[in-house]
């Protein structure tokens, strides 16, 4: 298994300075995914450093020197991240057994092979919550870029919601060639199946199909994140939002927005997910600071 290096720093397996409070702690389970998918360094021809997952790197630790060190009143939050290899779920009933000792929520983030597996995660480990990523908002390139049929996930999502309600969230990456009318028309249907939704901002990673891919500009995902807080807070539809002919957002309902809050990371309660997207000399895409609604 794997920490990622600001847990890592945490707890003592790394040197490190953290500029701002790791209330969750990030593990990662398996390696090189069955999947091709073109931004991950994870990904089955992907020729990234075996230890990074986004830009971050996730030193190696074994099951039983994790026991040894993890100290569960440093954090609100576990977030186990799984990466689909051919060991996947054994990997990941063998940590989720030890953490079932535990009193903290856990998230896992997981694309399932089917509805019995998120069951048997809420069922029978008693997950606080599941994440299962989306990431490409846009039906045609779904298949292109993440591989599959989009409405498989996307009915895998729904379901999963309908038998465990606020409870299941899914991501989705800014950046990717989707549109801006894509990434809002997901927002609003995941809103109606009480689905939460997290945001992310591609991110070139060197070994990877698309390590030559610009991310967005910075102005850009600002714009998405402030559709989704208003999405989130207020009872608002499509024909709130007006789009060119390109599908660009070209004006945001007129209602009370926090641009703080909006500005923050987005996920589970108690995420921060630090310098997923940037690197620490750069203003952040996501303010490493939990949001007001999660705590």
């Given at each position: 298994m794997?920490?990622s290096?600001a847990?890592?720093v ?17 593990l990662m ?5 069955l999947?091709n998918?073109?931004y ?5 021809k992907a020729e990234?450093?075996?230890d ?5 790197k ?9 026991k ?5 009143t ?7 991240q ?14 989720l ?7 903290i ?13 998120v ?7 008693n ?9 490409v ?5 779904f ?19 309908n ?7 899914t ?5 990717l060639?989707e ?6 028309e997901?927002l609003l249907?995941?809103?109606k199946f009480k689905?939460l939704?997290s ?5 070139p990673?060197?070994?990877t199909?698309f390590?030559?891919?610009?991310p ?21 539809e499509k024909?709130d ?5 390109n ?7 007129e209602?009370?927005v ?5 500005k ?21 895409y996501?303010?490493?600071i939990p949001?007001?609604i999660n705590?």
């Open positions: 794997r920490l290096y847990t890592a945490e707890l003592g397996l790394k040197k490190g300075k953290i500029d701002f409070p790791n209330y969750t702690a990030y389970i398996g390696e090189k995914c999947f998918c073109a991950c360094a994870q990904a089955r990234s450093n075996a990074l997952l986004s830009r971050i996730w030193p190696e630790i074994s099951l039983e020197t994790f040894s060190i993890f100290i569960p440093k954090f609100k939050r576990i977030c186990v799984v990466v689909s290899s051919l060991d996947y779920w054994n990997e990941l009933n063998e940590l057994s030890l953490l079932k000792e535990t009193e929520p856990i998230s896992v983030s997981i694309r399932p092979r089917n509805i019995e597996e069951r048997t995660l809420f069922k029978k480990y997950v606080d919550r599941v994440g299962m990523a989306i990431d908002a846009n039906k045609e390139l298949s292109k870029i993440r591989g599959g049929r989009y409405e498989v996930y996307e009915n895998m999502l729904i379901n999963a919601s038998d465990f309600p606020n409870r299941i969230t991501h989705i990456i800014v950046g060639g549109t801006d009318e894509n990434i809002i997901f249907k995941m809103k689905i939704v945001l992310f901002s591609f991110t990673i060197k070994g199909r390590e030559n891919l610009l967005p500009s910075l102005s850009r995902y600002r714009k998405i994140q402030i559709a989704r807080e208003i999405i989130l807070q207020h009872d608002v024909t939002f007006l789009f060119d002919s599908g660009n957002l070209q004006k945001l309902p209602v009370k926090d641009m703080e809050e909006a923050k990371t987005s996920g589970c309660p108690w995420c921060t997910r630090p310098f997923y997207n940037e690197k620490p000399t750069e203003e952040p996501n303010i490493p949001r007001h705590l």
